[in-house]
């Protein structure tokens, strides 16, 4: 029924119980993860998850705060993980940060742009993350991504015009906990004004748990407050925010 589309089940605060809550997931109704590298390390024990379970799925890259180890050899390392297993669907997370600014911004700006750039040579979707950097993050999806290949935006924090803006391109938007936030009236403009079709849901666990959660670890069966207050705000069901938020997901990861 339910469908997360960024979960990050190989982080540090599942070691004691990583399997348990895996196999305790079907019965919470969540029926697909996909799990995103954050960088070379994660990337690659992300693609060992997700051929140990049929039902996640991986995508790898490096985030903006660790570009700092990327080289060539990465690239190819990310090219090598993507082409040799069935179960990589996606580029990311990849993109920008100016919140941390962990790295210089141009060295951040130059490695977004030679992923997104491996990503068109794939011919895999790209999984965005955008940090207080929404002008250079859309100018360079603009300028670099090949207009063949998918886009989210993960963990969308940008407004409803700029949501728009992104539409235009064929890209998708994804509401992460932060909408149920009593003081987060900007995404839940977002999950309200925008169209049903171009929607993604996602818990981004461990981090950010959603309302009545707040505070402590996350987890993809948590991903079904996300679907209801989207639910709330468009005035739909439920099932319905569900059933067509694991479509687009299941169309835009090339799932069957």
Not at 52 to 60: M, P, T
Not at 111 to 128: D, G, R, S, V, Y
Not at 144 to 160: A, D, F, M, Q, R
Request: glycine fraction near 4%; hydrophobic fraction near 35%; aromatic fraction near 8%.
């Amino acid at each position: 029924m339910l469908f997360d589309s960024h979960a990050h089940l190989n982080d540090e605060r599942f070691d004691e119980d990583r399997e348990e809550l895996i196999q305790s997931l079907r019965e919470k109704q969540v029926d697909l993860v996909v799990n995103p590298g954050a960088d070379i390390q994660s990337s690659i024990t992300s693609v060992e998850l997700a051929n140990k379970h049929d039902f996640i799925y991986a995508a790898v890259g490096v985030h903006p705060h660790d570009v700092g180890e990327l080289n060539d050899s990465a690239i190819e390392t990310l090219r090598k993980l993507a082409t040799e297993n069935d179960k990589v669907v996606a580029i990311g997370e990849i993109g920008l940060d100016y919140y941390y600014d962990n790295h210089p911004r141009e060295i951040q700006k130059e490695w977004f742009k030679k992923q997104i750039e491996l990503a068109n040579e794939l011919k895999l979707p790209i999984i965005i993350h955008d940090r207080d950097a929404h002008q250079d993050t859309f100018e360079i999806i603009k300028n670099t991504k090949n207009p063949e290949i998918g886009c989210v935006l993960h963990c969308y924090s940008g407004n409803v015009e700029l949501a728009k803006e992104y539409i235009k391109m064929g890209c998708y938007i994804s509401i992460p906990g932060t909408v149920t936030f009593k003081n987060n009236k900007k995404t839940r403009e977002v999950a309200k004004e925008i169209r049903l079709e171009y929607l993604l849901i996602e818990t981004d666990s461990p981090y950010m748990a959603p309302e009545p959660h707040r505070g402590k670890r996350n987890d993809p069966s948590l991903v079904a407050f996300v679907a209801d207050k989207i639910a709330q705000e468009k005035g739909i069901s439920y099932e319905s925010v569900c059933k067509a938020t694991k479509e687009n997901a299941k169309k835009f990861f090339s799932i069957k």
